[in-house]
């Protein structure tokens, strides 16, 4: 693990080179200012052109027909997404929790920033990825007025070369996000980036002027991995201690493994509110998205229900609102492996992200699940594609899933007591999830996951694979533990033997206190937030070994406890 002197360090000469780097930005914004700020950037489109679309006297819904597209997203249900689309200044909705939680951009003007922003802003935040030589970039904004312009302006400048990159970006309304997409930046030096908004184009004064700069740092052979997720319905969205914690580990990837909202009428605001809160850290880490259940409106989404694999029978929030999800939230990741679109329109979107020697692959683990005698898990395109993927042995494979690949919960609480996981278990994907593993098998030794609320790592005795599992960021959903003994063999609640190494579990007299989880919700106690395991999991690769560490960050961030398992590059094997 890093020193604090180190990380200390690294961060003031990223901020030098930045200031540095900015000052060539400032010289050329006067001569491209006028470009991209052009009174046409204010333009209204005609209904259906996107999904959330004010421009027009009449809502959207009275005016079109096609309910699988975008054309049609409040036909399905009025009230979905109502805090931020439409006229969301007129919303008065509110969130569990804190009432002071959306005041952030509620209680924001035209053309004035954030209201608590530090630093005088208008950008929400930064996500970004850069695969091989291709650099992807999603720029977050609040909720704008229909007033204020909908561009900006991204540049990149390599911290040696002194080498200018720059694109404006159309900010899509209702999903308030807009992507940049650069090809041909080598891996050969770190770079800086800057996000330009001019609030009012008609006003090219400092009073209306926004700009958000971060670092793209020079890539290692193998990564440092941050994994969180299952963020919960915490009575708040400020979200320092988990961010300051993640930052002192000093991680090279950041992933974001799912679940990073539960306000299922209001997922795009439920993104946009954790990527805000946590934007210290996404402005200078590459950062890797996952979309679970939760994401997409559902608990324990089976995406093809009973029906065809590609049928989409299970998602119930309407197919427009899925993808204008994924285009906000996963839409910089690299280029989707396969152009499939599911038959009510969804599209899919598993990928790989190759970082140094090391080559990760971005799975969809709800998409293709069914319940028809486990006939699909990952779905056959998706398999196909994971398979010729294996067939790459240039770099050290690691797959990243949405939820652990079996069950490896023994246990749930409910009303304080222990409730069977066997008892409940549903093995109706063993077939898929065999087919999986058969095809990884000689690919990779490592799969990182989250989803079950369990910090966990096992090694799965007939495959010679590892799987480590991160805690919630959250725990207040639900509590799942694993009561087996630690270092070994035991069979899984869906029929795989594995050896369990380490397991997080919540406290015992944490759970028979406030008996199930979300009882904890509004108690504003970090020690009883520590005792039910909040965290976050961190790994660390070196081509011969993955170290697998579970982290808490209430009253004091420690680590829990570390694991290493074999994840060998396949050029060393």
């Known amino acids: 693990m890093p020193s604090t002197d180190q990380s200390h360090n690294s961060q003031v000469q990223e901020a030098s080179d930045r200031k540095r780097m900015m000052r060539l930005v400032t010289v050329l914004v006067p001569f491209v200012t006028a470009l991209w700020l052009s009174p046409a950037s204010v333009v209204g489109k005609k209904c259906g052109d996107v999904c959330f679309d004010f421009s027009d006297e009449e809502p959207c819904v009275e005016n079109c027909q096609k309910k699988q597209r975008c054309e049609c997203c409040y036909e399905w249900n009025p009230r979905q997404e109502s805090l931020s689309t439409l006229k969301w200044w007129e919303n008065t909705d509110a969130l569990e929790g804190d009432s002071s939680r959306l005041e952030w951009f509620r209680k924001r003007q035209v053309y004035e920033p954030i209201v608590d922003s530090k630093e005088r802003n208008l950008v929400a935040g930064v996500l970004y990825t850069h695969s091989q030589t291709t650099l992807k970039m999603t720029v977050l904004f609040p909720p704008l007025y229909p007033e204020e312009t909908r561009q900006a302006a991204v540049f990149v400048i390599g911290t040696s070369t002194g080498k200018l990159w720059e694109q404006t970006c159309n900010i899509n309304d209702g999903t308030w996000h807009c992507t940049v997409r650069f090809d041909s930046i080598p891996h050969t030096e770190s770079y800086v980036y800057e996000v330009q908004y001019t609030a009012d184009s008609n006003h090219y004064s400092s009073d209306y002027f926004y700009n958000y700069g971060g670092s793209i740092p020079m890539q290692k052979d193998y990564p440092r991995i941050a994994g969180v997720g299952c963020f919960g319905k915490d009575s708040t969205k400020n979200k320092d201690e988990l961010r300051d914690a993640i930052i002192a580990q000093d991680p090279d990837i950041l992933v974001l493994q799912g679940d990073q909202t539960y306000f299922h009428t209001n997922l795009l605001y439920g993104f946009l509110e954790t990527i ?165 098998k000689d690919c990779t030794q490592l799969l990182l996951s989250g989803d079950q609320h369990l910090g966990i790592a096992v090694t799965y005795d007939q495959y010679g694979m590892s799987e480590c599992a991160s805690p919630a960021a959250s725990n207040d959903m639900f509590w799942r533990l694993n009561s087996f003994e630690e270092g070994k063999s035991h069979m899984s609640g869906d029929g795989m033997q594995y050896t369990l190494h380490k397991v997080w579990n919540v406290k015992r007299n944490t759970y028979l206190k406030y008996e199930n989880a979300k009882n904890t919700r509004l108690v504003d106690n970090d020690v009883m937030k520590k005792n039910r395991a909040d965290g976050f999991l961190m790994v660390d690769l070196d081509g011969t070994t993955a170290t697998c560490e579970m982290h808490s960050y209430r009253v004091s961030p420690e680590k829990v406890w570390e694991v290493s398992v074999p994840a060998v590059d396949r050029r060393r094997r």
């Open 276 to 440: 805000y809160a946590i934007n210290d850290l996404t402005r200078n880490i590459p950062t890797i998205v996952q979309l679970d259940d939760h994401d997409y409106g559902q608990g324990n989404i089976w995406g093809a229900w009973d029906d065809d694999e590609d049928s989409g029978a299970g998602f119930d929030v309407a197919p427009c609102v899925v993808n204008a999800v994924q285009d906000l939230s996963i839409g910089h990741l690299p280029d989707p492996g396969s152009d499939q679109t599911l038959d009510n329109g969804i599209k899919s979107y598993y990928t790989n992200y190759i970082y140094g020697k090391t080559d990760l692959a971005i799975m969809e683990s709800r998409k293709f699940k069914n319940r028809r005698n486990g006939d699909s898990l990952f779905g056959s395109n998706q398999e196909a594609w994971v398979q010729e993927w294996c067939e790459d042995q240039e770099r050290l494979k690691v797959i990243l899933l949405q939820t652990p690949i079996s069950l490896l919960a023994t246990n749930s609480t409910r009303n304080g007591k222990l409730t069977s996981m066997r008892a409940v278990i549903q093995d109706v994907t063993t077939p898929g999830r065999d087919r999986f593993m058969s095809i990884i």
